[in-house]
């Protein structure tokens, strides 16, 4: 068996929230801190995760990362995206 599959499992993630976000040109998206964890993943193109006091992390096509949202973070189209257009309260 997969170990990450055996770590999801050990989660016993459920759904509260699902969205698409098609974007494109210079965008941001704000996440304000919730407490749960998110699964966000690239389908096509490219972002940047960004939390204050690390690194963006560059996420490409079919990459997916969990996110412990107990922090604001960002997902943007690149690191210069100064304000953030939108912002999601979960």
Do not use: K, Y
Not at 30 to 48: I, K, T
Not at 59 to 73: E, H, I, K, Y
């Amino acid at each position: 068996m997969d170990p990450f599959v055996d770590f999801i499992q050990l989660l016993r993630p459920q759904a509260t929230l699902w969205s698409r976000v098609e974007a494109s040109g210079v965008w941001g998206l704000s996440f304000q801190p919730h407490g749960d964890v998110l699964f966000c993943w690239v389908e096509q193109g490219s972002c940047q995760l960004i939390r204050q006091g690390s690194e963006p992390l560059a996420m490409g096509t079919n990459d997916f990362v969990l996110v412990r949202a107990t922090v604001p973070f960002v997902l943007a189209s690149s690191d210069a995206v100064g304000a953030t257009m939108w912002a999601v309260t979960l």
